[in-house]
């Protein structure tokens, strides 16, 4: 079994603690906003959480992805068909732009960002060597 984190992208962190920290900070600067105050401190947390607990797992012939308790997804590692670099900026359980699209199936795909791209992808690569990749 071997664990991949995920890679966290500044062009992904900034915007959000941005938009987080001014509706913070103006809740607080505005007066009785407490409100605004607490949803968007429980949203800054609860997003914090997803980025550190976003990790994908090799275990056999099997990729778990997991994103804290929102996210899990298995795919059959003999079922990809392609890897190839992405910055789609479509949701899915990276939380970086610098992403890899992966093809399996017939028409499933999956927006991937782990941290060290070449070996997630020579690991998938083991164990399918038929994975097309770029």
């Not at 927006?111 to 060597?129: T, Y």
Request: net charge positive.
């Amino acid at each position: 079994m071997k664990i991949y984190k995920s890679k966290i992208g500044f062009e992904l962190v900034i915007p959000i603690s941005l938009a987080l920290g001014f509706v913070i900070v103006m809740g607080l600067i505005q007066g009785p906003a407490w409100p605004a105050v607490m949803i968007a401190s429980t949203l800054a947390i609860l997003i914090a959480y997803l980025f550190l607990t976003t990790r994908y797992i090799i275990d056999d012939t099997r990729l778990l992805i997991l994103c804290g308790f929102l996210f899990n997804q298995e795919i059959d590692i003999h079922s990809m068909q392609r890897i190839r670099p992405s910055r789609n900026p479509w949701s899915s359980p990276a939380t970086s732009l610098d992403r890899l699209e992966i093809q399996y199936s017939k028409s499933g795909f999956i927006l991937l960002s782990p941290l060290d791209k070449a070996g997630f992808i020579a690991d998938l690569k083991k164990i399918n060597p038929a994975i097309d990749s770029i």
